[in-house]
Every structure is written in structure tokens, then in C-alpha cells.
């Protein structure tokens, strides 16, 4: 059974950048689609990015392209989301998930089985 942890979350000020680390066990990542999610105080969870079993494709909502990317490494059964320009907005829990059965353009939290705990990201002004 897939388990995966995030990390990298913390306090940053605004117009800087964060690197967050999502490390799998108990399976292949290599298997699977990843997708990073957060939900802010009060908001629904919503997707900021995904990255295809085999890194090729990727997608990413208007509220993050250009500034997130979704990077794998598959040797290190891991996949990361770097960070970069953020601002107050991207303050939230940052999650990763998984599914071997969705691609990289299913955004909607549900279709997604396996969950990590969450990384607290805040973003100070």
C-alpha cells in the first residue's frame, strides 16, 4: 500500500521561493500519477499541480503556472513542488496524493486514493 509524507513546509516571506518534497513508501511511485492540493483556512482543497507517472506531462491551474512546478525523481521513489514568487494566497496546508488510475489532467480531490498528512506552508507580506 502506497504511503506518501510531505515536507519542506514553513515560513517564507513573499516573493521568495519553497521547495516541497513528497517521499513515498510501500509501493513504486513510478506507478502512479502525483498530485499536490492545498487548502487554505476556511477554503476547499484545490489542486495546484500534477506530474504524469513518467514526469512527461504536467498541469497546472491559472493560479499557479508559471510560478509551481511539479518535478519527479523516481530513483528517490519522491516527487516535489517547487515553489517559487509566492505570495500571501499560497498560504496552506500543502498535500501530495496519488492514483495509478487517473492522468495528469483529472484535478478533482476524490479521484485520488492515496494521501500524505499535509506540510503547513505560511506566507508572510
Known amino acids: 500500500q502506497l504511503q506518501l509524507v510531505e515536507s519542506g513546509g514553513g515560513f517564507v516571506r513573499a516573493g521568495t521561493s519553497l521547495n516541497l518534497s513528497c517521499a513515498a513508501s510501500g509501493d513504486t511511485l513510478s506507478k502512479y500519477t502525483v498530485a499536490w492540493f492545498r487548502q487554505g483556512l476556511g477554503k476547499e482543497r484545490e489542486i495546484v499541480g500534477t506530474?504524469?507517472?513518467?514526469?512527461?506531462?504536467?498541469w497546472y491551474p491559472d493560479s499557479t503556472a508559471g510560478r509551481f512546478t511539479t518535478v519527479r525523481d523516481n530513483a528517490k521513489n519522491s516527487v516535489f513542488l517547487q515553489m517559487a514568487s509566492v505570495n500571501a494566497e499560497d498560504t496552506a496546508v500543502y498535500y501530495c496524493?496519488?492514483?495509478?488510475?487517473?492522468?495528469?489532467?483529472?484535478?478533482?480531490?476524490?479521484?485520488?486514493?492515496?494521501w500524505g498528512q499535509g506540510t503547513q506552508v505560511t506566507v508572510s507580506s
Open positions: 496524493a496519488a492514483d495509478e488510475r487517473v492522468s495528469p489532467t483529472v484535478r478533482h480531490p476524490w479521484a485520488y486514493h492515496s
Open positions: 506530474n504524469s507517472w513518467d514526469g512527461v506531462r504536467t
